[in-house]
């Protein structure tokens, strides 16, 4: 949609990161577990903005494909990886009509969500192939400005898995962090 990519190239158009440079911190924190159940290196990382994820992924040996509705954080995202001699391939694409090409092994969604793409996304996993999903809870504590049909509500981002094939191997909600997240870990049977 027109409008999304506006959005999204106006908050990436600064000089500065618009997310900063750090990977998830869920995604650190998991990274170990990941590479000892994931079946295989091929990653792709849901609305990548600027890289963050799909570079921390690479450098962890994984073939990352990032895909972003915005070509001002894409841009930003290639010029990171050429810089640290990565190959990452950025596709321009809106999510809300995106199908998958191909099978990958490992699925990363961070503060993203579009609860029709998941069903799409679990279909793309290889075998054993994990979908790590992060996004943001809509709680009484939240601040700023969000719209309430991107928000997690509690409870509901293992719902939106329930009727997937596999099984979730990680579940949290954070309600009281600063951000409220849920956080999750699929793996495909």
């Known amino acids: 949609m027109e409008s999304d990519r506006i959005k999204w190239d106006d908050r ?6 618009a997310m900063g440079e750090e990977p998830s911190r869920f995604l650190v924190e998991r990274i170990d577990q990941i590479l000892s159940v994931c079946p295989g290196q091929e990653a792709f990382d849901i609305a990548c903005g600027e890289g963050r ?4 992924l690479a450098r962890h040996g994984f073939r990352v494909t990032g895909v972003d509705i915005s070509p ?4 930003k995202g290639r010029e990171r990886a050429a810089a640290g001699s990565l190959a990452i391939d950025f596709l321009q694409a809106d999510l809300e009509t995106y199908r998958f090409t191909a099978t990958y092994d ?3 969604n961070i503060n993203f969500l579009l609860r029709e ?3 799409l996304a679990v279909a ?8 790590l999903f992060e996004s943001i809870l809509d709680t009484p504590t939240l601040q700023g400005y969000h719209t309430r049909h ?4 509690p409870g509901e981002l ?12 990680h579940y949290e909600e954070l309600p009281g962090a600063d951000v409220p997240v849920a956080r999750l870990i699929f793996q495909r049977s």
Do not use: D, M
């Not at 991107?150 to 509500?153: A, G, I």
């Not at 293992?158 to 191997?169: E, V």
């Open 106 to 108: 490992l699925i990363v």
């Open 12 to 17: 990436y158009a600064g000089a500065e990161l």
């Open 150 to 153: 991107f928000l997690l509500q």
């Open 124 to 131: 793309a996993l290889n075998p054993r192939g994990l979908f």
């Open 72 to 75: 001002v954080g894409l841009a």
């Open 158 to 169: 293992p719902t939106l898995f329930s009727s997937q094939h596999g099984k979730i191997i």
């Open 117 to 119: 793409l998941i069903p």
């Open 53 to 56: 994820n799909s570079i921390f």
